[in-house]
């Protein structure tokens, strides 16, 4: 089972800024929808973002609206997470994860992939 991988992940001031990325190699992006989570310590797993198979349609969690921006190149197999503005509140692993259609709760998914680590220092 083709599981995405998140990366991109480091430790950053707050106000500044990282651009994560979702790739996975085996897998047609093309197809799918890509979802961006995150979990925080003794936290449960949220959304973040989500994109659309032809990257027309985005859908953001109103923590990241105006901040964080999701796009995607379907040529590069790579959905990317452009996150701005960084708050110690956005430290958090981050977990991309692929679907059909756009849904917002982590248990309409099973296939987590690796995630990667953002720590925001203040």
């Known amino acids: 089972q083709v599981r995405p991988v998140g990366s991109g992940g480091e430790q950053v001031q707050a106000g500044g800024s990282l651009r994560l990325s979702c790739a996975a190699s085996?897998?047609?992006?093309?197809?799918?929808?890509v979802v961006w989570f995150r979990q925080a310590p003794g936290k449960e797993r949220e959304f973040v973002a989500a994109?659309?198979?032809?990257?027309?349609?985005?859908k953001y969690a109103d923590s990241v609206k105006g901040r964080f921006v999701i796009s995607r190149e379907n040529t590069k197999k790579a959905v990317d997470l452009q996150m701005n503005n960084l708050k110690p509140e956005d430290a958090a692993v981050y977990y991309c994860?692929?679907?059909?259609?756009?849904?917002?709760?982590?248990?309409?998914?099973?296939?987590w992939g690796q995630g990667t680590q953002v720590t925001v220092s203040s």
């Open positions: 085996g897998l047609t992006f093309s197809t799918n929808v």
């Open positions: 994109i659309s198979r032809s990257g027309d349609s985005t």
């Open positions: 994860a692929v679907s059909t259609e756009i849904y917002v709760l982590p248990s309409d998914y099973t296939n």
